[in-house]
Every structure is written in structure tokens, then in C-alpha cells.
Nanobody
Framework: QVQLQASGGGLVQPGGSLRLSCAASGSMFSTNVMVWYRQAPGKQREFVAHITRAGSSNYADSVKGRFTISRDNVKNTVYLQMNSLKPEDTAVYYC??????????????????WGQGTQVTVSS
């Protein structure tokens, strides 16, 4: 069993930055891969970025070069540094913990464990 606690969302102007955090507790195996997804109003949840315990990462094309995912394995916490934010980044951001990357690009409520979500609003 894994509990995830996401934080760090808020209101920011276009071009600004935010850092999201997601602290995990519980099974280490189930947190081998940590993922950020997001869901904008009226849209489906989408993949943003993932990172493995070894540090390998991957990003959605829409955030490459602007977002950076990292993790602290001692604290069992994953971070998402978001720079050069755009209005289209507005969404609820969810962290997800799982054992592997199978099916990672298609968010499923049955895949791993989910945090409660944190709202990011990019607006002037």
C-alpha cells in the first residue's frame, strides 16, 4: 500500500515557475516509477513526465525543455519543476506511483497508486 501527498500548486502568471512535490509512503517496490499526470477542465487526464528509481526520465512533448522531474529516493519524494508556464498548463496535477512503466502513457485508475491532485492555474 502506498499513500501519496501532492503539494505546491497555485496561481502563477504566464512565464512564471512552480515546483510540485509528491511525498510517498509505503511499499518501496510500488514506487519504482513515479509519474506526473495532469487533467485540464473538460479534457482527459494526460501524461506529463515520469522518472524511475535509477533516474531515467521521459517527458510529454508539450512540456519538454520547460519541466524537469526529479526524485529524492531517501525522502521517497518526486518533484516537478515547471518553468516558462503557459495558460495551457492550467490543470490539476496528479502524482502516480507504480512498479514499472507498462502502459504509462495512458493513465488508468487501476495502475499503481494516485495522489489527491494539486491545482495549477496559469493566468494573468
Amino acid at each position: 500500500q502506498v499513500q501519496l501527498q501532492a503539494s505546491g500548486g497555485g496561481l502563477v502568471q504566464p512565464g512564471g515557475s512552480l515546483r510540485l512535490s509528491c511525498a510517498a509512503s509505503g511499499s518501496m517496490f510500488s514506487t519504482n516509477v513515479m509519474v506526473w499526470y495532469r487533467q485540464a477542465p473538460g479534457k482527459q487526464r494526460e501524461f506529463v513526465a515520469h522518472i524511475t528509481r535509477a533516474g531515467s526520465s521521459n517527458y510529454a512533448d508539450s512540456v519538454k525543455g520547460r519541466f524537469t522531474i526529479s526524485r529524492d529516493n531517501v525522502k521517497n519524494t518526486v518533484y516537478l519543476q515547471m518553468n516558462s508556464l503557459k495558460p495551457e498548463d492550467t490543470a490539476v496535477y496528479y502524482c502516480n506511483a507504480r512498479a514499472n512503466t507498462v502502459g504509462i502513457l495512458v493513465p488508468s485508475m487501476n495502475s499503481g497508486y494516485w495522489g489527491q491532485g494539486t491545482q495549477v492555474t496559469v493566468s494573468s
